[in-house]
């Protein structure tokens, strides 16, 4: 078809870095070839930040590693990549030798991986990694080793300290920066990201964002950001261009692709992802699924999904064409229909009151927690004979009610303790000191036998269940989902039927949306897809017919577009089967999502304690703690031109827990901190500014009035990180 | 505890928990003292337990001495005390003495070395202990050494031609080597080698009538060693290599040799650096077990060679009831496994990075 040949070009006098002609990958199987990558034509600019945007599984990857020619074998590449070098040369980066192509990784175009838990040699001390690497490529180690002290330090890390570690002494973030560091080590023109922050969380996403723009521009760099979320790109990008189905399907400026988009699929994208400006009513999942390398549906390969199909679509392919933007262009035949048929959710937008479904809520709490603290001890001390052991303050001093038909969400980043204050409200994890009660009854006493109460410690068990991040490991993998579903019934209700029993599981894995019931029971958990899972871990949790039930990061390892309809079936089931939810999340957005369509609360983690509660809209258009407003500037804007401003932080990773620092724990990395945060700590109070809704409560002496000796004390300036004060 | 408490704060505090050489220090310490105690205390317990079973099982040990010593006619001819005496010198245990005296002189006795006395050998237990280990630890030593350093090489070339016509063959043989008991071996060994073919002798350590330490007596030493050693190394050969088969498969299919090789890193520092040290390192504990299963193996092995090291002469006491010997074998392979346990467990912290001190996060 003469399609492919009219594809993207730039049209414009550019420069650019690297040429892509018609490049495939392709894996040869025994029912036939498998394209991952289909023919796409795109050229990247110099010194630009281009975003590449796709779902799972669209080839977005595979994209990354040809530009490289590094795809794994058995994995071919064909085509056409060509690298313009400063010099005016160019390399043809398919056609080079081992010798050439080993030279040209890394000191023309280096590569970040998603993995960067695992992308570091375990045996081997970080300064190693960067010695080598000057090694392998003949570079003046002293020399190379300055540069790496200096771009450590440019990510916020201690240059001596982290290259004496081990990897596994260091956390994801901080490993996914010396990452970046590593791969700017030989100066290479081009820097290839591949889901980079994926598995971080969202603060920690958002910073290296920041900090990778810094570098951008210090070193002149052209850096590809391959990702599956939309927002994050558009925030940081200068074009972007999005992938469906192995193939490019919209490519523009940024700007162009978030206001005038005009593919159906990248509209659809904008409209899936919860943001915290979009009214929640305006957010819409994507229908079905994208397609397998196997099977790619003919002509445009979106129209299964895109709801602008007709007939032309089905046995067509579409050229490329151009909107009114030069540089903008767009694969689909209806794109100028796409732009009035299908409207932009953050379009409508601004702060809006959405519709609350009003929670029935019940006087009487089904959980309280009373003074909790969950300290861990890393006490490896022989009769003491060697110094003290080490406490981690892992949750410390916590009040909390759950009443029936409650949601709660509680946000933080990881190492907060929100997944430990989670496990203690429901009876998973022992407090050191303090209570938790299920309707009135101190659940480790009736544990312990030391309760008066007739109820029995299973029953107080079943009503409080969990769903966890990871749907995979909390299923056997080697059980059929139908036995893994019935033996915790068989266990509580002996005498129920099989036919009931059985009836019962299907009709509830019916209601969460894996029909076929009867197909779906039969199959592995290898055979279902991870939005899948996580609804065969919610139909386990609700078989037991829980009062509460904690969703740890429940939706967190699925794709945005998954997300919002995970979440929706979570509350819908909510209204049929009265229960409450624990929601945590290191998202604001979707803790959000969650806790404010039915009037839920956020609750604001930091370092054991809470610091911010209150009903959901409340804290996130009125945040008044400095941390739940950097959580709130870590959850991406649907804004390309988002403004500039500095890290809201003075420090990018969060202290040891082991040894939380005094007075008001944030106070090492508050930008508001004050010589009195480090003496003394607040305490959660009601805010005072008079609005009226006392459940907003906040632990910060910014919100005192100005006779608090707070004003008069001096600023705190970072002492620890003087790269910070430039 | 542990394991328990190690997940939880792995789940929430993986980020940001960056030790500090100083604390790291502090557990190595508290953890190392904790765990040479909990050795000694288990060389205690099974000394402990050798003299319960000498002194309180009826119609064990010392019955049976009583009765060797008194003769077919047991009619008294012996004055009681002078038996008593004699009981004494063979076993540290006086009867007449009430039974924490015993047992405090048992004990003594034990951890200064002194083992009592063998009854078939009429010599003391230590003595023919000691001169037999050093045969014992030499040729299992060098069995074992071989066997592992073969046995990574093997395992290492497998996984870099997983799925290759010798992968496959390598590996259906080491299912079959892993699966045949290694006293067999010995035997066709025995049988081939020394009585057929006559290659090598059928038993003992060396010509005892050359002089120690000239070059014949190293060579006889050699040779005569050949067959335990060789029967040893080729039965030991397989399951080690379908281990480090298996961590190097994994250790291939790692990011970090991934960006290793965009980084360009040579072939041979990947190899060596990165494949060959993290897929061997699981398996340092797991030869260190295999150091102190040795002695368990020496056993039929040297009796089979009719070799002379400990094994041989534990076998020896068995057959010839010599309880003394018996019980100082015993307690000296103990010693030895703890021993090694304890060196492994010290040790890998030292060898492996990712292993803190406390944690037992194994890899193997
Ligand atoms: S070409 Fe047709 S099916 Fe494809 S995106 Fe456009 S309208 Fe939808
Ligand atoms: S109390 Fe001080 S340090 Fe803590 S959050 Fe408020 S201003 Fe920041």
């Given at each position: 078809?003469?399609?492919?040949?009219?594809?993207?070009?730039?049209?414009?006098?550019?420069?650019?870095?690297?040429?892509?002609?018609?490049?495939?990958?392709?894996?040869?199987?025994?029912?036939?070839?498998?394209?991952?990558?289909d023919?796409v034509?795109?050229?990247?600019?110099?010194?630009?930040?281009?975003?590449i945007v796709g779902e799972?599984g669209s080839g977005k990857?595979?994209?990354?590693?040809?530009?490289?020619?590094?795809?794994?074998?058995?994995?071919?590449?064909?085509?056409?990549?060509?690298?313009?070098?400063?010099?005016?040369?160019?390399?043809?980066?398919?056609?080079?030798?081992?010798?050439?192509?080993?030279?040209?990784?890394?000191?023309?175009?280096?590569?970040?991986?998603?993995?960067?838990?695992?992308?570091?040699?375990?045996?081997?001390?970080?300064?190693?990694?960067?010695?080598?690497?000057?090694?392998?490529?003949?570079?003046?180690?002293?020399?190379?080793?300055?540069?790496?002290?200096?771009?450590?330090?440019?990510?916020?890390?201690?240059?001596?300290?982290?290259?004496?570690?081990?990897?596994?002494?260091?956390?994801?973030?901080?490993?996914?920066?010396?990452?970046?560091?590593?791969?700017?080590?030989?100066?290479?023109?081009?820097?290839?990201?591949?889901?980079?922050?994926?598995?971080?969380?969202?603060?920690?996403?958002?910073?290296?964002?920041?900090?990778?723009?810094?570098?951008?521009?210090?070193?002149?760099?052209?850096?590809?950001?391959?990702?599956h979320?939309?927002?994050?790109?558009?925030?940081?990008?200068?074009?972007?261009a999005v992938l469906y189905a192995f193939q490019f399907v919209e490519?523009?400026?940024?700007?162009?692709?978030?206001?005038?988009?005009?593919h159906p699929y990248t509209?659809a994208l904008?409209?899936?992802?919860?943001?915290?400006?979009?009214?929640?009513?305006?957010?819409?999942?994507i229908?079905g699924s994208s397609p397998?390398?196997?099977?790619v549906p003919?002509?445009c390969s979106y129209h299964p999904r895109c709801?602008?199909?007709?007939?032309?679509?089905?046995?067509?392919?579409?050229?490329?064409?151009?909107?009114?933007?030069?540089?903008?262009?767009t694969k689909c035949?209806?794109?100028?229909?796409?732009?009035?048929?299908?409207?932009?959710?953050?379009?409508?937008?601004?702060?809006?009151?959405?519709?609350?479904?009003?929670?029935?809520?019940?006087?009487?709490?089904?959980?309280?927690?009373?003074?909790?603290?969950?300290?861990?001890?890393?006490?490896?001390?022989?009769?003491?004979?060697?110094?003290?052991?080490?406490?981690?303050?892992?949750?410390?001093?916590?009040?909390?009610?759950?009443?029936?038909?409650?949601?709660?969400?509680?946000?933080?980043?990881?190492?907060?303790?929100?997944?430990?204050?989670?496990?203690?409200?429901?009876?998973?994890?022992?407090?050191?000191?303090?209570?938790?009660?299920?309707?009135?009854?101190?659940?480790?006493?009736?544990?312990?036998?030391?309760?008066?109460?007739?109820?029995?410690?299973?029953?107080?068990?079943?009503?409080?269940?969990?769903?966890?991040?990871?749907?995979?490991?909390?299923?056997?993998?080697?059980?059929?989902?139908?036995?893994?579903?019935?033996?915790?019934?068989?266990?509580?209700?002996?005498?129920?039927?099989?036919?009931?029993?059985?009836?019962?599981?299907?009709?509830?894995?019916?209601?969460?949306?894996?029909?076929?019931?009867?197909?779906?029971?039969?199959?592995?958990?290898?055979?279902?897809?991870?939005?899948?899972?996580?609804?065969?871990?919610?139909?386990?949790?609700?078989?037991?017919?829980?009062?509460?039930?904690?969703?740890?990061?429940?939706?967190?390892?699925?794709?945005?577009s998954?997300?919002?309809?995970?979440?929706?079936?979570?509350?819908?089931?909510?209204?049929?089967?009265?229960?409450?939810?624990?929601?945590?999340?290191?998202?604001?957005?979707?803790?959000?999502?969650?806790?404010?369509?039915?009037?839920?609360?956020?609750?604001?983690?930091?370092?054991?304690?809470?610091?911010?509660?209150?009903?959901?809209?409340?804290?996130?258009?009125?945040?008044?703690?400095?941390?739940?407003?950097?959580?709130?500037?870590?959850?991406?804007?649907?804004?390309?031109?988002?403004?500039?401003?500095?890290?809201?932080?003075?420090?990018?990773?969060?202290?040891?827990?082991?040894?939380?620092?005094?007075?008001?724990?944030?106070?090492?990395?508050?930008?508001?901190?004050?010589?009195?945060?480090?003496?003394?700590?607040?305490?959660?109070?009601?805010?005072?500014?008079?609005?009226?809704?006392?459940?907003?409560?906040?632990?910060?002496?910014?919100?005192?009035?100005?006779?608090?000796?707070?004003?008069?004390?001096?600023?705190?300036?970072?002492?620890?990180?003087?790269?910070?004060?430039? | 505890?542990?394991?328990?408490?190690?997940?939880?704060?792995?789940?929430?505090?993986?980020?940001?928990?960056?030790?500090?050489?100083?604390?790291?220090?502090?557990?190595?310490?508290?953890?190392?003292?904790?765990?040479?105690?909990?050795?000694?205390?288990?060389?205690?317990?099974?000394?402990?337990?050798?003299?319960?079973?000498?002194?309180?099982?009826?119609?064990?040990?010392?019955?049976?001495?009583?009765?060797?010593?008194?003769?077919?006619?047991?009619?008294?001819?012996?004055?009681?005390?002078?038996?008593?005496?004699?009981?004494?010198?063979?076993?540290?245990?006086?009867?007449?003495?009430?039974?924490?005296?015993?047992?405090?002189?048992?004990?003594?006795?034990?951890?200064?070395?002194?083992?009592?006395?063998?009854?078939?050998?009429?010599?003391?237990?230590?003595?023919?202990?000691?001169?037999?280990?050093?045969?014992?630890?030499?040729?299992?030593?060098?069995?074992?050494?071989?066997?592992?350093?073969?046995?990574?090489?093997?395992?290492?070339?497998?996984?870099?031609?997983?799925?290759?016509?010798?992968?496959?063959?390598?590996?259906?043989?080491?299912?079959?080597?892993?699966?045949?008991?290694?006293?067999?071996?010995?035997?066709?060994?025995?049988?081939?080698?020394?009585?057929?073919?006559?290659?090598?002798?059928?038993?003992?350590?060396?010509?005892?009538?050359?002089?120690?330490?000239?070059?014949?007596?190293?060579?006889?030493?050699?040779?005569?060693?050949?067959?335990?050693?060789?029967?040893?190394?080729?039965?030991?050969?397989?399951?080690?290599?379908?281990?480090?088969?298996?961590?190097?498969?994994?250790?291939?299919?790692?990011?970090?040799?991934?960006?290793?090789?965009?980084?360009?890193?040579?072939?041979?520092?990947?190899?060596?650096?990165?494949?060959?040290?993290?897929?061997?390192?699981?398996?340092?504990?797991?030869?260190?077990?295999?150091?102190?299963?040795?002695?368990?193996?020496?056993?039929?092995?040297?009796?089979?060679?009719?070799?002379?090291?400990?094994?041989?002469?534990?076998?020896?006491?068995?057959?010839?009831?010599?309880?003394?010997?018996?019980?100082?074998?015993?307690?000296?392979?103990?010693?030895?496994?703890?021993?090694?346990?304890?060196?492994?467990?010290?040790?890998?912290?030292?060898?492996?990075?990712?292993?803190?001190?406390?944690?037992?996060?194994?890899?193997?």
């Amino acid at each position: 078809m003469a399609v492919t040949e009219s594809s993207y070009s730039t049209g414009s006098s550019e420069d650019v870095i690297i040429e892509t002609h018609d490049v495939s990958v392709y894996f040869e199987m025994d029912r036939g070839t498998s394209k991952v990558l289909d023919d796409v034509s795109l050229d990247i600019y110099r010194e630009e930040i281009l975003g590449i945007v796709g779902e799972s599984g669209s080839g977005k990857s595979m994209f990354a590693s040809a530009l490289l020619d590094a795809v794994v074998a058995p994995g071919k590449t064909s085509g056409d990549i060509l690298y313009h070098d400063a010099d005016g040369s160019t390399i043809d980066v398919l056609s080079l030798n081992q010798e050439e192509l080993r030279a040209f990784r890394w000191e023309k175009v280096s590569m970040v991986f998603q993995g960067a838990m695992d992308s570091f040699n375990p045996t081997l001390r970080i300064k190693g990694h960067f010695i080598e690497t000057l090694k392998a490529h003949d570079f003046d180690v002293d020399e190379g080793l300055e540069r790496a002290t200096d771009l450590l330090a440019q990510v916020y890390l201690d240059p001596d300290r982290v290259l004496s570690s081990y990897p596994h002494e260091l956390s994801g973030g901080m490993k996914q920066r010396v990452l970046i560091a590593l791969s700017l080590l030989l100066d290479p023109d081009v820097l290839v990201m591949d889901e980079p922050t994926a598995a971080l969380d969202l603060l920690m996403q958002r910073s290296i964002l920041r900090l990778l723009e810094n570098l951008q521009q210090r070193y002149d760099l052209t850096v590809l950001f391959i990702t599956h979320d939309l927002p994050l790109v558009a925030e940081l990008s200068d074009r972007v261009a999005v992938l469906y189905a192995f193939q490019f399907v919209e490519v523009g400026p940024v700007s162009e692709l978030l206001e005038r988009s005009s593919h159906p699929y990248t509209r659809a994208l904008l409209n899936a992802v919860p943001t915290l400006q979009t009214p929640l009513s305006d957010m819409e999942p994507i229908e079905g699924s994208s397609p397998d390398p196997i099977n790619v549906p003919t002509g445009c390969s979106y129209h299964p999904r895109c709801p602008l199909a007709d007939e032309r679509c089905i046995g067509e392919e579409p050229p490329f064409y151009a909107t009114e933007h030069d540089d903008h262009q767009t694969k689909c035949f209806h794109w100028e229909d796409a732009i009035s048929e299908i409207p932009l959710a953050h379009h409508k937008s601004t702060t809006g009151s959405s519709q609350i479904v009003e929670g029935k809520q019940s006087e009487e709490p089904v959980l309280t927690l009373d003074n909790l603290c969950v300290h861990f001890e890393n006490n490896n001390s022989f009769l003491g004979l060697f110094g003290e052991s080490q406490t981690v303050f892992a949750v410390d001093e916590i009040d909390l009610d759950l009443y029936e038909n409650d949601i709660l969400a509680i946000v933080g980043e990881s190492g907060c303790g929100k997944t430990t204050l989670g496990k203690a409200s429901i009876a998973l994890q022992r407090p050191t000191s303090g209570e938790v009660q299920y309707r009135g009854d101190d659940i480790w006493a009736v544990k312990d036998g030391r309760s008066e109460s007739d109820r029995s410690y299973s029953a107080i068990r079943r009503a409080l269940q969990i769903i966890h991040q990871d749907p995979g490991s909390s299923l056997n993998p080697n059980q059929k989902i139908l036995r893994t579903l019935e033996s915790p019934i068989k266990h509580w209700k002996s005498d129920m039927s099989q036919t009931d029993r059985r009836s019962q599981i299907y009709g509830l894995l019916e209601y969460v949306g894996l029909t076929p019931a009867e197909e779906y029971a039969q199959r592995y958990p290898h055979q279902l897809s991870g939005g899948e899972k996580q609804r065969v871990a919610l139909t386990r949790a609700l078989l037991m017919n829980p009062e509460v039930i904690l969703a740890d990061e429940a939706v967190s390892a699925l794709d945005v577009s998954l997300r919002v309809e995970m979440m929706d079936m979570m509350i819908s089931l909510q209204n049929m089967f009265d229960t409450s939810y624990i929601f945590i999340s290191h998202d604001l957005a979707n803790a959000r999502y969650f806790a404010g369509s039915v009037g839920g609360r956020i609750a604001v983690m930091y370092l054991g304690e809470i610091v911010e509660i209150g009903p959901a809209e409340e804290v996130i258009q009125n945040p008044k703690h400095p941390y739940t407003k950097v959580l709130k500037w870590s959850t991406a804007e649907l804004d390309s031109d988002a403004s500039q401003e500095e890290l809201p932080l003075r420090n990018i990773d969060i202290p040891d827990p082991v040894n939380p620092p005094s007075g008001c724990r944030f106070h090492t990395r508050c930008p508001e901190a004050r010589t009195e945060c480090r003496v003394n700590s607040p305490k959660l109070e009601a805010t005072d500014d008079g609005d009226g809704i006392e459940a907003h409560q906040v632990a910060c002496f910014l919100d005192k009035p100005r006779d608090h000796p707070y004003w008069s004390s001096d600023q705190l300036v970072s002492e620890d990180n003087p790269t910070l004060v430039e | 505890m542990w394991g328990f408490l190690t997940t939880i704060t792995s789940l929430e505090f993986k980020g940001g928990k960056a030790f500090k050489p100083e604390e790291e220090h502090y557990l190595c310490m508290h953890w190392t003292v904790k765990r040479i105690f909990q050795a000694v205390f288990t060389v205690y317990v099974v000394v402990t337990l050798s003299f319960a079973l000498i002194r309180l099982m009826p119609g064990g040990p010392m019955d049976y001495l009583r009765a060797t010593l008194l003769g077919p006619d047991q009619t008294g001819t012996v004055d009681r005390e002078r038996l008593n005496r004699q009981i004494e010198l063979y076993m540290n245990i006086n009867p007449d003495q009430p039974l924490w005296e015993q047992y405090v002189q048992y004990m003594s006795s034990v951890f200064t070395g002194d083992f009592g006395q063998s009854i078939w050998f009429n010599r003391p237990v230590a003595e023919i202990l000691l001169e037999a280990l050093p045969w014992t630890v030499f040729v299992m030593g060098i069995a074992l050494l071989l066997t592992f350093a073969i046995n990574i090489a093997l395992g290492a070339i497998m996984a870099y031609k997983e799925g290759s016509r010798f992968d496959i063959s390598m590996t259906f043989l080491s299912i079959i080597s892993t699966s045949i008991p290694f006293y067999v071996g010995a035997i066709l060994f025995l049988l081939f080698f020394s009585f057929t073919w006559e290659l090598f002798p059928p038993g003992s350590r060396v010509n005892a009538r050359l002089d120690p330490w000239t070059f014949e007596w190293i060579m006889s030493v050699l040779h005569h060693a050949t067959l335990p050693i060789l029967s040893s190394v080729l039965i030991g050969l397989g399951s080690g290599a379908l281990i480090m088969r298996g961590n190097s498969i994994q250790v291939l299919g790692k990011d970090y040799l991934r960006v290793g090789r965009l980084r360009g890193l040579p072939e041979g520092r990947l190899a060596l650096r990165y494949v060959g040290r993290n897929a061997v390192l699981p398996m340092y504990t797991s030869l260190m077990i295999a150091i102190g299963n040795v002695f368990g193996g020496a056993v039929v092995l040297e009796e089979i060679f009719t070799y002379p090291g400990v094994g041989y002469y534990l076998f020896v006491a068995v057959e010839a009831r010599d309880y003394m010997l018996l019980m100082g074998a015993f307690i000296l392979i103990t010693v030895a496994v703890v021993v090694c346990l304890v060196v492994a467990d010290l040790t890998y912290g030292l060898i492996d990075p990712r292993a803190k001190g406390g944690g037992y996060d194994e890899h193997a």
